[in-house]
């Protein structure tokens, strides 16, 4: 588990704050806005055009791959 402060990556990236993780880990604001809404109300995922559903897909498929690395 990452500790706060601890380099993220041989890089020497850091996380000191929730916007910080998100930037380094190349999340959107836009993903980041629907995976809070997604937590709360999961059937919104549904009421989503195919269209975006496939690029959410598609940048929490990114964001997980680079985690194996």
């Not at 930037?23 to 836009?30: A, F, H, S, V």
């Not at 629907?34 to 269209?51: C, K, L, N, Y």
């Amino acid at each position: 588990m990452q500790r706060p402060g601890v380099a993220m990556t041989d890089e020497g990236k850091t996380a000191k704050s929730k916007v910080d993780f998100i930037r380094l880990t190349g999340i959107t604001p836009e993903l980041a806005e629907f995976v809070a809404g997604f937590i709360d109300r999961p059937e919104t995922f549904f009421s989503m055009s195919f269209e975006m559903r496939c690029e959410m897909e598609n940048q929490m498929d990114a964001i997980l791959s680079s985690f194996e690395r």
